[in-house]
């Protein structure tokens, strides 16, 4: 509250903001690290100021604010720096503002004043038999109220409605119930609302008052305004920001008590709209309003006779239920012509399709051009060139090395070529362009020699040694931490996600900021990364690496000069910590994969379609980070389309109109986008139908997903693919494998042909370290029993077991006898194992003679971890028919689910989370944590949304705000410095719990690799003895967890607790320990010939104690 109060109290003491239209207040977002932000504009048709501009002040936390007296000007230029150099002028084109309040954030344009509270008034329409509505609600950025949440009250018939003050949030997640136990949260979705009126009604969320005093609700509800894209910052500009020409003349203004409404359509794709309005004091048009007109390229317009009126409260849509109204808050219109242009009105406006003078004059030719050579980088640099207008931009010819001819553009007066061919000569020369294309002449070509190359990195070993020594840190490298901005890549959903207004590019996090946050990963004693997918990817939304393009080649947009993949295995295996790979064999990217097969789609670049469809650049090959030439996009899709059937097409009626419409409208054709069931993908390479039953023979041989192109997995051809592929990453001593969708391709073509692959390459490369290449698969039985529905074939544990049937030589024809075969044996008559359980309290000899190669995720205790004894007993129900169970990997969730298949990140608490972690810790298996878990990061947030919503909002939000800062860690579990954010980090209870409970588990090898029994067990509802015993080790424990528990028949002999010290002498064989909190723990290690007691281990912290 207390940040709330000052919140308001700096928004009141800015200056009155003027409603007249020549006044502006703009709010600004300034990057991080900014003490000053100075405001450097040109009123429309005025002069600039004198650099650098005018000092902003303080608004409200994160944001700066300036008003400016415009005089008769209807808008203004601008641009903003720090006062010392760095510049954010739009990458040179400056930002466009109109009049009143107008906020610039992470590159994107908005309206209104984020400082000031914002209320929302919430209709709902409660199901038939509530007799109370209560709302528990969530402010963006706050807390949840207490559940049940407060009651709603009366509004008209069939309506009731809650207003809630939000302060400066801008929206809020909300549920609704009755009160006794009935709830409606969109079916685990929950309502994302926005501020103003809204309404909820079957499930559909609207805006308006729905009970006649406000605008008749919207059909759905209608995204954020579409806005550009966020640039990079730009360099200090040599000259003030060029300004733009004032029109030769203006167009009379409309008669005065007229609005003539112009809306523009281009950034929405709309074809039509329709301004659907209220008149001050007056009633709203019926839905869907009123026709606008299409008076010039991508600009529609409504004249609107107002009467008396002296404003009008609007919303637009398409005609077809896509509707932008202004975030829910309509758009408040004067009188006069008025544009509406992404989300920003400008009142008194120039007519936009007046006669405008056409810029026809080129920038001047860059001049002072140079080259310097360092390594395989060649850096050029060049005085800027000027233009009437302003320059966009420059393009940079190169001739010379084995591609001869190469154009790239860039927005900086500089460019950085490279990594280029050792020894070679290369020439250069550039050209200037701006806003209308027009281009100088070229400048004085100049040449450099490029050098030797650097040696490369040395290939790595694996660290060898028993997996489960060690616990395991699981990130998604791309939102971990940012090492390096430059290869930083927002994708063709970056605008449309929220994610530009966030300034938070889907591909962030790298391997450089990987490496720099190494130390503090062990300093919460993890000795294992599992990381997502590496290798290139290529669609729409890619960041977390399972769309495969080439397999053979890293993620460019993961590695940087020096922080390559392989500098990672190096460096992380330098400080004792193995990288496990997340490997997919199961799908490509929907486009196929790069050397196997790639499909071409029908295109065509029309008056729909050509926004979509890049024009084709010889030469240019899409890497996911190298910017089009053409189009300045990093998504480039040139080389995927045609407009003729290519040679060998098979997909049927090749771009023939169908009667399905693309949600932009627009028209869509046969063979436009990869499908299974088009005959557009090789029989022999790709499987050709869509998953029916998932508990079925299909589950295993069509595909899942539009986005996951399911490979023949059966076919020699693809199986060679994809091993060559993968033995490349063990060759750089990779340490193990996460096998993604490993249900999804039969067992026996597991234990014919991958499995055996991974563990010969690794051995033949890597003798005995190789013997311990730890394999772990992603087999998704999202259930909560014993054996996935009843099949076998879709269980997790079945995957551990070799075959036992014989079967055809055809790897097609041998995954249909396997499935048939084991389906019709049936649960009942599976293998099992004992080698997790203790024969008494003697540790024996596990059999792995039976064993596929193949460890599990532990799904069932994954699904179970609703509380941590589910977990636990249903865990020990699974492990008899697991072949050894203490390989498996334990979590409580990851970057797909929550237990019981939840879809947000766990909330279960605090006090819950050190349960778990206590029980992961001591129990069988590996444990692994999901990255930011050690400070419950995004507790009860969406995990994925796709790019429906801003990737901050959930799961997959960027961490490496909470990791700033320096750590320095000497030993796993041990941190001798830290500073900045990751220090408070790394003060939270549950990082302290982890740091002790990683240093307990590596000091007690029974906690590490024993097996387990709960005979002679009572008490603790989770209690169990352990033993590992192999040459001079013997290590037996007794542990207990959040309660009391008594242990007998044990052998005799000093106990000591590690987490108390406290030592006691069994003479009866019976221990029993004392009653102790949640989280807690006890573990007793008897101490043995050879083999003493640890005593106290690391010191006592919020939930290990005494």
């Not at 003491?13 to 932000?37: C, D, H, N």
């Not at 700066?64 to 739009?90: C, E, M, P, Y």
């Not at 980088?377 to 001869?404: F, H, K, Q």
């Not at 041998?814 to 084991?822: D, R, S, V």
Request: hydrophobic share 35%; with cysteine.
């Amino acid at each position: 509250m207390a940040v709330l109060a000052a919140t308001a109290l700096t928004a009141a003491l800015l200056p009155a903001i003027a409603s007249a239209a020549q006044t502006v207040t703009v709010y600004y977002q300034p990057a991080a690290g900014w003490t000053a932000t100075n405001i450097h504009y040109q009123p429309n048709g005025g002069s600039w100021t004198t650099p650098p501009g005018v000092a902003m002040q303080a608004a409200c936390t994160g944001w700066v604010a300036k008003t400016i007296d415009l005089g008769s000007a209807n808008g203004l230029q601008v641009a903003f720096n720090n006062g010392s150099g760095t510049w954010d002028s739009r990458n040179g084109a400056n930002y466009t503002l109109g009049t009143g309040e107008v906020t610039v954030s992470g590159g994107v344009i908005g309206a209104g004043n984020p400082c000031v509270p914002h209320p929302v008034t919430v209709f709902y329409k409660p199901p038939t038999g509530w007799t109370t509505t209560n709302i528990h609600y969530q402010p963006n950025g706050g807390a949840w109220t207490t559940s049940p949440g407060v009651p709603m009250a009366a509004a008209c018939t069939g309506w009731v409605k809650k207003t809630i003050e939000l302060g400066t949030a801008t929206g809020l997640t909300a549920v609704f119930n009755n009160g006794a136990g009935t709830w409606d949260n969109k079916g685990g979705a929950n309502y994302a609302l926005g501020t103003g009126n809204v309404t909820v009604a079957n499930g559909v969320i609207g805006s308006g008052d729905p009970c006649g005093t406000g605008p008749s609700p919207s059909p759905s509800t209608s995204p954020s305004p579409s806005t550009s894209p966020s640039p990079s910052t730009s360099p200090s500009p040599s000259t003030s920001p060029s300004p733009s020409p004032s029109p030769s003349s203006s167009p009379s203004t409309p008669p005065t008590n007229n609005a003539e409404v112009y809306y523009y359509v281009k950034t929405r794709a709309w074809t039509a709209a329709n301004v659907h309005y209220q008149p001050t004091g007056g009633a709203w048009t019926a839905v869907p309003g009123v026709a606008m007109t299409l008076v010039c390229t991508d600009w529609m317009r409504r004249s609107i006779d107002l009467g008396t009126a002296t404003g009008l409260a609007a919303a637009f849509n398409n005609g077809t239920g896509t509707w932008d109204n202004n975030n829910g808050n309509n758009y408040a219109l004067g009188r006069g012509r008025t544009t509406v242009k992404d989300g920003v009105v400008t009142a008194n406006a120039t007519d936009p399709c007046g006669t405008v003078v056409p810029d026809t004059t080129p920038p001047t030719v860059p001049t002072g051009v140079t080259a310097s050579a360092s390594g395989l980088i060649i850096t050029l640099g060049w005085t800027a060139s000027t233009d009437a207008v302003g320059v966009t931009g420059y393009e940079v010819t190169r001739t010379g090395g084995l591609l001869g001819t190469v154009v790239r553009t860039t927005g900086s007066v500089g460019f950085v070529d490279g990594p280029l061919t050792a020894r070679t000569a290369y020439t250069y020369s550039v050209k200037a362009f701006d806003l209308a294309g027009n281009k100088s002449a070229a400048s004085v070509s100049v040449s450099a020699t490029t050098g030797d190359a650097p040696p490369p990195p040395a290939g790595g070993t694996p660290l060898g040694g028993d997996p489960r020594e060690d616990s395991i840190y699981f990130v998604m490298t791309a939102r971990f931490a940012d090492g390096v901005t430059a290869n930083n890549r927002g994708g063709s959903q970056h605008v449309k996600s929220g994610n530009a207004a966030n300034n938070d590019p889907m591909f962030r996090g790298d391997f450089q900021g990987l490496i720099n946050r190494l130390d503090y990963i062990k300093g919460l004693g993890f000795s294992a990364i599992w990381i997502t997918p590496v290798v290139l990817n290529r669609s729409d939304y890619d960041f977390h690496g399972y769309h495969g393009w080439d397999f053979y080649r890293v993620d460019p947009r993961l590695e940087t000069p020096g922080a390559s993949y392989q500098d990672l295995i190096n460096t992380a295996h330098g400080k004792g910590m193995k990288i496990y790979q997340d490997v997919v064999y199961n799908h490509s990217s929907r486009w196929g994969a790069k050397g196997l097969y790639q499909t071409t789609t029908f295109g065509v670049r029309d008056a729909q379609w050509s926004w979509y469809y890049d024009q084709p650049v010889a030469g240019f090959e899409y890497d996911g980070l190298t910017i089009d030439p053409n189009t300045g996009k990093s998504w480039y899709n040139g080389d995927l389309w045609s407009n003729t059937a290519p040679a060998g097409n098979t997909c049927i009626d090749w771009g023939k109109p169908t009667q399905w419409t693309s949600p932009e409208g627009y028209r869509i054709y046969t063979c436009q986008w990869p499908s299974p069931t088009a005959k557009m993908f090789p029989a022999n390479l790709y499987h050709q139908c869509w998953i029916g039953n998932w508990e079925g023979e299909d589950a295993r041989s069509c595909w899942l997903h539009e986005d996951l192109a399911d490979f023949n997995t059966e076919n020699p051809i693809v199986q060679q693919y994809l091993i060559n592929a993968y033995n490349r990453y063990i060759d750089m001593g990779v340490d193990g494998f996460r096998i993604d969708t490993a249900v999804h391709i039969p067992r026996v073509t597991w234990n014919r042909r991958f499995l055996p692959a991974i563990q010969q390459h690794a051995v033949e490369k890597f003798g005995a370290k190789g013997n311990d290449f730890y394999v772990f698969g992603e087999v998704a039985a999202f259930v909560n029993d014993k054996w996935n529905r009843g099949s076998v074939n879709h269980s997790a544990q079945f995957f551990t077991w070799k075959e036992r049937g014989t079967f055809s030589a055809d790897d097609e024809t041998a995954a249909i006898e396997q499935f048939n075969y084991e389906n019709n044996l049936g649960t009942g008559n599976q293998p099992t194992s004992t080698n997790a359980f203790l024969s008494g309290n003697d540790y024996h000899t596990p059999d792995h003679s039976k064993f596929s190669g193949m460890n599990i995720i532990d799904m069932r205790m994954h699904m179970n971890f609703g509380d941590a004894p589910n977990a636990f007993w249903n865990g020990k129900d699974t492990d008899d028919s697991t072949n050894d169970a203490t390989y498996n990997v334990v979590y409580v969730d990851s970057h797909d689910f929550g237990p019981n298949k939840s879809s947000v990140r766990y909330n279960g608490g605090t006090d819950a989370w050190a349960e778990n972690m206590s029980l992961m810790w001591t129990f069988r298996g590996v444990p692994t944590l999901y990255y930011g878990s050690e400070i419950e990061f995004q507790a009860g947030k969406p995990i994925d949304c796709g790019p429906t919503c801003p990737l901050a909002t959930t799961g997959r939000a960027y961490f490496g705000d909470q990791i700033e800062g320096t750590v320095v860690a000497p030993d796993f579990g041990v941190v001798s410095s830290a500073t900045g954010p990751v220090a408070t980090t790394l003060a939270k209870p549950l990082a302290k719990h982890l740091q002790r409970l990683n240093q307990i588990r590596r000091a007690v090898p029974a906690l590490q690799k024993g097996q387990y029994s709960t005979a002679g067990v009572s008490g603790a509802s989770m209690a169990f003895k352990r033993r590992f015993t192999q040459g001079s080790v013997d290590s037996f424990a007794l542990v207990a967890i959040s309660g009391a528990a008594t242990f007998t028949g044990i052998p005799n002999g000093v106990y000591t607790d590690v987490i108390t010290g406290d030592v006691k002498t069994v003479v009866n064989g019976t221990l029993a320990t004392a009653a102790i909190g949640k989280g807690n723990l006890r573990v007793y290690v008897l101490s043995l010939p050879g083999n003493p007691a640890p005593g106290k281990i690391g010191s006592d912290g919020p939930y290990l104690h005494a």
